[in-house]
Nanobody, 125 residues
Framework: VQLVESGGGSVQAGGSLRLSCAASGYTNSYTPACMGWFGQATGKEREGVAAIDSDGRTSYADSVKERFTISTDNGRNTLYLQMSSLRPEDAGMYYC??????????????????WGQGTLVTVSS
């Protein structure tokens, strides 16, 4: 399984970015039951930002509710994170993650098995 993030960049506070995560290597016997995004600011621990399960139910960290939106394409081959009203504290590396266990925990910050390498988001004030 491979997860590859893209879409990071530099933006001014109040701006928007859309992150993408291309998923490959899933099979009929192992499909992503839950996919999510994590953010990690410099010097801080990685934190769950958002998650989406196989039924499309979403979960968000309180700090990003009403500003970020997680979604997938129909085939769940690509995961997105639409980030709006960005703040300097949103800056950091953003990682895509997934697991294939149906019925297992799926919420922002829950356990994930597969991880991408990250994409950097910079927000200037």
């Amino acid at each position: 399984v491979q997860l590859v993030e893209s879409g990071g960049g530099s933006v001014q506070a109040g701006g928007s970015l859309r992150l993408s995560c291309a998923a490959s290597g899933y099979t009929n016997s192992y499909t992503p039951a839950c996919m999510g995004w994590f953010g990690q600011a410099t010097g801080k621990e990685r934190e769950g930002v958002a998650a989406i399960d196989s039924d499309g139910r979403t979960s968000y960290a309180d700090s990003v509710k009403e500003r970020f939106t997680i979604s997938t394409d129909n085939g769940r081959n690509t995961l997105y994170l639409q980030m709006s009203s960005l703040r300097p504290e949103d800056a950091g590396m953003y990682y895509c993650a997934a697991h294939g266990i149906l019925g297992y925990d799926c919420y922002a910050g829950s356990w994930f098995k597969d991880w991408g390498q990250g994409t950097l988001v910079t927000v200037s004030s």
